[in-house]
């Protein structure tokens, strides 16, 4: 067992931990009323109002934590638990989101990238797989063509650069919402420090994702390397 093989598997274990530890916090902040009592959907109001932000819609949708900002159709997202709830957590994840649009309204450079990339990463995703696996079938019948490994290994590469430029994205949100909330008094100093928290294991699986494409590029190379 090859030294890459042994940081996926310990990736993917941190990772769950991770997860589990994500969901404990947010069950435990989801518990902890907002002094202001505002529900999530009024504190993305309030936060994007008050960065001037005004063609930005706040919808609903299914899920846990599945909260997200979409820059091409300009809408924050939020899972109804964090629309409908007056929390530190909802706030916390709501004013997260909201830190998204003012990335966009800004032209946060992370941001543009990652949002550029989307397209090419989508196609990488679902094919690179494919792509490595017949590519090393090929290079034991027909060296020759080993090339098509490597086309595989740079769609994935794809993959790993999305993830990459997903931290300073995912970090920098946090930091604009935190600060937001502190200055707009929505959060007490306590509340903050919860708010700190939960954004604090949300952005940890992001660090997570980007360590296990980097393990796994990392084990696809040794692969092709070995043939």
Known sequence: ?????????????????????????????????????????QIAQKMLNDNGIFDVSITSIDGELTDHYNPSKKTVNLSRDVYRMNSVAAAAVAAHECGHAVQHKVGYAPLRLRTALVPAVNISSKLSMIVIIVGLLLINVFPALSWVFWVGIAMFAMVFLFS???????????????????????????????????????????????????????????LGGRR
């Not at 067992?1 to 969901?23: A, F, P």
């Not at 931290?167 to 903050?192: G, K």
């Open 164 to 222: 990459l430029v997903t931290l300073p994205v995912e970090f920098n949100a946090s930091r604009r919402a935190l600060a937001w909330l502190q200055s707009s008094n929505s959060l007490s100093e306590v509340e903050l420090a919860q708010a700190k928290d939960a954004l604090k294991w949300a952005a940890s699986t992001y660090v997570v994702a980007a360590l296990s494409s980097l393990a796994s590029l990392l084990y696809y190379i040794g």
């Open 1 to 41: 067992m090859n030294i890459s093989w042994i940081l996926i598997i310990v990736i993917g274990v941190v990772g769950m931990l991770v997860q589990l530890k994500l969901k404990s916090v947010f069950a435990k902040y989801s518990k902890v009323l907002s002094p202001g009592g505002l529900t999530g959907a």
